[in-house]
Structures are given as C-alpha cells and as structure tokens.
C-alpha cells in the first residue's frame, strides 16, 4: 500500500509530442476540505485508504500540493456538440496528473475543478460543488451496476464562490480512468489535417489501451471496430438500466466506451422514453430513446476522422455492425433483466412491456425489481404489479404472455427471481437523491449523506433493509428537476 508519497506515479501520455497537450499547474484551492474519500477507488492503485486522514490529504487531493512525480497537463480535443463541430475544446478545467499502476491495470488520475488551462476559453476552470457531487456519486454507481465508468477517489469542496446562474461554492474531483481520450481528440487533427498526429493518436491509443491489434496489418480497422463494440455494449447498458447521459458531444465520449463527464445525466424514473435530463437540450438531440442512434453518429464522426489512416470503405465496414451488437446487447440485457433466455424471439414482449410502462407512467425500476417476484402459478394476479398500471386490462394482457413464456423457458419462481435480483438493481442515484445529499452539504456541511449513498449504490442489486427509503419514487417536489449545463 503506498502513502502519497510513494505512489509511483508516471505521466504516459506526455510521451506524445507537445501537440497533444499543454503543460498546466492546479490553481491553489483556497481552505480545501476532503469532503469525501472512496476507499474502493483507492484499493485500485493500491493507495492506503487511511491516507485520507491526514491533515494534508485534501490538499494532495485537489492539486493544492503535487503527487510526487506529477507531471500535470490539459489535454487538447475538439468535438461535435449538439451536432456542430468546434475545432476546439480541450481540457478546460481537468488536468491529467499521471498514472498509477494497479493490480488489474494502470490508472490515469485526473482532477476535474483544479483551475483554468490555456483551453479554457474565458471560462474559469472551476466546477461547483453541486455538479462534483453527482459526478462523484454517478460514477461510483454505474461502477456498481456493472456499467463501464470513469471512477471518482475523492471530493473536495472550498468556500471559494463560483459564479453561474447563481454564486455557487467550488469543489474538485480526482477522477480515475484508464484513459481519458475522447473521439474528439481525433478529431481535433483530422481538421486541422494533421495526419501524423491522428496516427501517433492511434499508435500510443492501441499500445496502451488495444495491444491486441498491435501486429495487425490492419490495426487501425481493428482499433475502430473494438471503439464501436464497445460503445455498442454502452449504449445498450445504458437503454437496459435506464440512464440518460444528457450531453452526448463527441467530446464526452470516451474512446474506452466509458462512460464519461457526468453533467445533466438522469436516471428514469417512470418509463418516459422522449425523456430530456437536460434544460439545455430544447431539440431533444440527446433525449433517452435517442441515445443508440447517437452512439452511431458519433461513432461516424470518429471513423472519419480516422480516414487518413484507412480507406472509407474500411472505416464504413467497421462501423457496420453497430445496430447489430447494440440490438443483441441490449436484448441480450433485457432478457436477463426478465428472467428469460437471450432469445430475439422476446422482442415483442419486451416493445410491449415498454409500451405499457410509458403509457401508465409506471416506474421503470421499481417495475423491473418487483417483477423478480412475479408468480407463474395461475391463480396469482400479481398485485404488487398489476397495482403499479392505471389500465390493468393491459397489465393482465401482457403478464398473460409473460408468464406463457416463464413456463416454458425458464427456471421456477425461486430461481428466476434470484437471479432477477442480480440485473435488476433496487437501488439509483435518482435526482432527488443527488439532491439531497447537495442540500446537506452544500447547506449544513454534512457529508453523512453522501457516505450512505456511496455505500447503498456500490451494492445497488443487494437489499439494504434500514435504507428502504432510498429505493422510493421520487416525492412530488423532485417529479421536474432538470438539470441544467452550467456545472
Ligand atoms: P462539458 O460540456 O462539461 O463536457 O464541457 C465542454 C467543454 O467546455 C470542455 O472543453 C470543458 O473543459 C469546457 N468547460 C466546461 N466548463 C468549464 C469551466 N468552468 N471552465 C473552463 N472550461 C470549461
Ligand atoms: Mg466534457
């Protein structure tokens, strides 16, 4: 276990040229406080959790005093937002400090928050403490339901104000990622027609990240094709759990198919496929339902800017598959999450489920968690279920079907509903949870909220018996949050 201290840290990707980055030191945080640690992040570069009781851990842990051996930049990307390209974006408030070595593979840590870099635009590099916390609670949760995810080691607030639609107070995370290239920082070169800079890109992206394809004669292909796999795989987690990142730019998706920069993302709450988590997005470009289709779009934006490297017929035979691995993932998931086996022959009753839920407003998770409990056995209504639906005629019809299908195809109630429980999770970082935890912090200085959030979403498919409560609809006063961009 090592101190801060000895963290062997090292900096790869300075080992481009100078063309990829800037060199940019943290801006000082004044009166930092460590508002948060996560331990199970800190297992992964085998940091010794008990670190985070020093006097001078928040300090190391918003850029305050340096890592030994950081060697902090702000990468440079560009990126197509809400269907435009900017030909630059960049790091403008994150810098890379280097990376750790863990277990199970090397960890780049990023502070998110530290400060303005040469790409920040006019704007201050700062992030507030309200968008920090759901960063660091949403990606410890999709970590939790299995959905690939940047990770987030620690949180730390500052009385210093931040000034967006209101004064706000500032806060930084560290963030932890194998890598933190986006599609964007492809296609920052492809525009500027630096081909030598897309293929370094791509060289150092596939030794570090795709060593398979290292030897391959057509290593680029091969480089796409995983990108679209994996993005395929995301998208079709995301559609399955019910989660809306809310701003799918080219330059928040992660060339890993992470999921990646949490800003106005929400999860479902009742079944509302046009559902828009973001205020910003008037034209729903990046409205739930409209995610797979986007997942491609984008993916278009990266082939192409990976044309230099590859004909475009190649590149457009890479990007093929991706309806295909989206629809077998995502029925693949929805089968699970129903107890059946992975059969396409179980599409019209997943469409005619989801038509049922949007129709009745039911709650998507909710639904789904107690769905694990369905009886086949013919006398049983259901209630629990049938309860949920305002139209139960369409309830009956499809649970009729439903259990049709059990009986022939799965394993008795007991079983099936144990295995349920593991797919269908109890437990999400509703708005209105993330809420709460802000009004307590941001208001009292009280961080315990935060700590049992942590703890309920790193298990979000166990029972948590005394935090019932937390796996509840949201209350009337949390139906219309909306989440604007200003973070
Ligand atoms: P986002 O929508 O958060 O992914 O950010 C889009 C771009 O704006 C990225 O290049 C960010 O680094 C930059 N950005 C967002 N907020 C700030 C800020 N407060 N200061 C500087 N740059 C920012
Ligand atoms: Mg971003």
Same mark, same amino acid.
């Given at each position: 276990?090592?101190?801060?201290?000895?963290?062997?840290?090292?900096? /790869?990707?300075?080992?481009?040229?100078?063309?990829?980055?800037?060199?940019?030191?943290?801006?000082?945080?004044?009166?930092?406080?460590?508002?948060?640690?996560?331990?199970?992040?800190?297992?992964?570069?085998?940091?010794?959790?008990?670190?985070?009781?020093?006097?001078?851990?928040?300090?190391?842990?918003?850029?305050?005093?340096?890592?030994?051996?950081?060697?902090?930049?702000?990468?440079?990307?560009?990126?197509?937002?809400?269907?435009?390209?900017?030909?630059?974006?960049?790091?403008?408030?994150?810098?890379?400090?280097?990376?750790?070595?863990?277990?199970?593979?090397?960890?780049?840590?990023?502070?998110?928050? !530290?400060?303005?870099?040469?790409?920040?635009?006019?704007?201050?590099?700062?992030?507030?403490?309200?968008?920090?916390?759901?960063?660091?609670?949403? %990606?410890?949760?999709?970590?939790?339901? &299995?959905?690939?995810?940047?990770?987030?080691?620690?949180?730390?607030?500052?009385?210093?104000?931040?000034? /967006?639609?209101?004064?706000?107070?500032?806060?930084?995370?560290?963030?932890?990622?194998?890598?933190?290239?986006?599609?964007?920082?492809?296609?920052?070169?492809?525009?500027?027609?630096?081909?030598?800079?897309?293929?370094?890109?791509?060289?150092?992206?596939?030794?570090?990240?795709?060593?398979?394809?290292?030897?391959?004669?057509?290593?680029?292909?091969?480089?796409?094709?995983?990108?679209?796999?994996?993005?395929?795989?995301?998208?079709?987690?995301?559609? !399955?759990? =019910?989660?809306?990142?809310?701003?799918?730019?080219?330059?928040?998706?992660?060339?890993? &198919?992470?999921?990646?920069?949490?800003?106005?993302?929400?999860?479902?709450?009742?079944?509302?496929? =046009?559902?828009?988590?973001?205020?910003?997005?008037?034209?729903?470009?990046?409205?739930?339902?409209?995610?797979?289709?986007?997942?491609?779009?984008?993916?278009? /934006?990266?082939?192409?800017?990976?044309?230099?490297?590859?004909?475009?017929?190649?590149?457009?035979?890479?990007?093929?598959?991706?309806?295909?691995?989206?629809?077998? %993932?995502?029925?693949?998931?929805?089968?699970?999450?129903?107890?059946?086996?992975?059969?396409?022959?179980?599409?019209?009753?997943?469409?005619?489920?989801?038509?049922?839920?949007?129709?009745?407003?039911?709650?998507?998770?909710?639904?789904?968690?107690?769905?694990?409990?369905?009886?086949?056995?013919?006398?049983?209504?259901?209630?629990?279920?049938?309860?949920?639906?305002?139209?139960?005629?369409?309830?009956?019809?499809?649970?009729?079907?439903? /259990?049709?299908?059990?009986? !022939?195809?799965? !394993?008795?109630?007991?079983?099936?509903?144990?295995?349920?429980?593991?797919?269908?999770?109890?437990?999400?970082?509703?708005?209105?949870?993330?809420?709460?935890?802000?009004?307590?912090?941001?208001?009292?200085?009280?961080?315990?909220?935060?700590?049992?959030?942590?703890?309920?979403?790193?298990?979000?498919?166990?029972?948590?018996?005394?935090?019932? %409560?937390?796996?509840?609809?949201?209350?009337?006063?949390?139906?219309?949050?909306?989440?604007?961009?200003?973070?």
């Amino acid at each position: 276990m090592f101190e801060f201290e000895s963290l062997p840290l090292a900096n /790869r990707f300075i080992s481009l040229s100078g063309e990829f980055y800037e060199n940019t030191l943290p801006t000082p945080l004044p009166q930092p406080r460590l508002l948060h640690f996560n331990r199970s992040a800190a297992e992964l570069i085998q940091l010794d959790p008990d670190q985070a009781a020093r006097a001078d851990a928040a300090d190391y842990l918003c850029g305050n005093r340096l890592l030994p051996g950081s060697q902090p930049v702000a990468a440079l990307y560009a990126g197509h937002q809400f269907g435009y390209f900017v030909p630059q974006l960049g790091d403008g408030r994150a810098l890379l400090l280097g990376d750790a070595p863990g277990a199970d593979g090397i960890w780049e840590l990023q502070l998110k928050g !530290a400060g303005p870099t040469p790409f920040s635009r006019g704007s201050d590099g700062r992030a507030v403490l309200r968008s920090s916390i759901r960063e660091y609670l949403c %990606s410890e949760a999709m970590h939790g339901l &299995g959905i690939p995810t940047t990770r987030a080691l620690s949180l730390v607030g500052s009385p210093l104000p931040v000034y /967006r639609e209101t004064a706000e107070s500032a806060a930084v995370v560290l963030r932890m990622a194998p890598s933190f290239i986006r599609f964007g920082s492809f296609e920052v070169f492809f525009y500027r027609g630096q081909a030598d800079e897309i293929r370094a890109l791509a060289d150092f992206v596939i030794a570090h990240h795709y060593p398979q394809f290292a030897d391959s004669s057509d290593k680029y292909a091969r480089f796409l094709g995983a990108v679209v796999v994996a993005t395929a795989k995301l998208m079709a987690q995301w559609q !399955a759990v =019910g989660f809306s990142h809310g701003v799918m730019n080219t330059d928040n998706m992660s060339i890993l &198919g992470l999921t990646l920069d949490y800003g106005p993302f929400g999860f479902l709450d009742r079944y509302d496929p =046009g559902f828009v988590c973001n205020h910003s997005d008037e034209m729903g470009r990046y409205a739930f339902d409209q995610q797979p289709d986007i997942g491609a779009w984008n993916l278009t /934006r990266l082939a192409q800017a990976l044309t230099p490297l590859m004909s475009v017929e190649a590149a457009r035979a890479e990007i093929a598959p991706y309806p295909s691995v989206f629809a077998s %993932s995502y029925i693949d998931l929805m089968c699970a999450k129903l107890g059946l086996p992975a059969d396409k022959d179980a599409v019209a009753l997943i469409t005619q489920l989801l038509d049922i839920l949007a129709k009745n407003r039911v709650d998507y998770t909710i639904f789904m968690r107690k769905l694990c409990d369905f009886g086949t056995d013919a006398q049983n209504l259901n209630a629990p279920l049938r309860d949920l639906f305002v139209d139960r005629a369409a309830f009956d019809a499809w649970a009729a079907l439903y /259990r049709a299908r059990l009986l !022939a195809h799965a !394993a008795d109630d007991a079983t099936r509903a144990e295995r349920m429980r593991r797919v269908n999770p109890k437990y999400l970082l509703r708005n209105y949870l993330a809420e709460k935890a802000i009004a307590a912090a941001r208001d009292h200085g009280d961080t315990s909220e935060i700590e049992r959030l942590m703890q309920v979403l790193h298990s979000p498919y166990d029972e948590h018996p005394d935090m019932e %409560s937390y796996a509840a609809p949201p209350p009337d006063w949390a139906q219309h949050i909306s989440v604007s961009c200003s973070s």
